[in-house]
C-alpha cells in the first residue's frame, strides 16, 4: 500500500527506522552466535582430528564425519546473519523509497 499523504509517509518512516533499531541488535546477536559456533566447531574438530588414527586424510575424514553436525549448525547460523544482512539492507532501501516517494508527495501538494 501506497502512502498517500505527508502523514503517512512520516508514519511509514517512524515504523522503518524502529525497525532499523532492531537491526542493530539482531546483527549483533547474529555475529555472536557465529562467533560461538565457529569456536565450538573449530575446538571440536581439533580434538577429533588428534583423537583419530591414521594418515593425515583419514584423520581429517574421520573428523570431518564426527564434527558434521557442528559444521551444519555453523551453516546455520552463517545464514541467519545473512538473513539478518538482507533485512537491514530492505529496511534501509524502504527509507530511502520512502524519502523519494515524500519529496514527491511534496511536489504534488504544493502544485495542487
Given at each position: 500500500?501506497?502512502?498517500?499523504?505527508?502523514?503517512?509517509?512520516v508514519g511509514q518512516l517512524r515504523q522503518i527506522m524502529a525497525e532499523s533499531a532492531k537491526g542493530v541488535d539482531a546483527l549483533y546477536a547474529a555475529e555472536v552466535k557465529v562467533a560461538e559456533k565457529e569456536l565450538a566447531y573449530d575446538s571440536e574438530f581439533q580434538k577429533r582430528f588428534i583423537a583419530a588414527g591414521g594418515t593425515v586424510a583419514d584423520r581429517?575424514?574421520?573428523?570431518?564425519?564426527?564434527?558434521?553436525?557442528?559444521?551444519?549448525?555453523?551453516?546455520?547460523?552463517?545464514?541467519?546473519?545473512?538473513?539478518?544482512?538482507?533485512?537491514?539492507?530492505?529496511?534501509?532501501?524502504?527509507?530511502?523509497?520512502?524519502?523519494v516517494m515524500a519529496k514527491q508527495i511534496e511536489l504534488t501538494w504544493k502544485h495542487a
Open positions: 500500500m501506497l502512502p498517500e499523504s505527508p502523514d503517512s509517509i581429517t575424514a574421520v573428523a570431518k564425519l564426527q564434527t558434521a553436525e557442528l559444521r551444519f549448525e555453523l551453516d546455520v547460523a552463517k545464514a541467519e546473519l545473512n538473513r539478518v544482512k538482507v533485512k537491514i539492507k530492505q529496511l534501509s532501501d524502504a527509507g530511502t523509497l520512502t524519502a
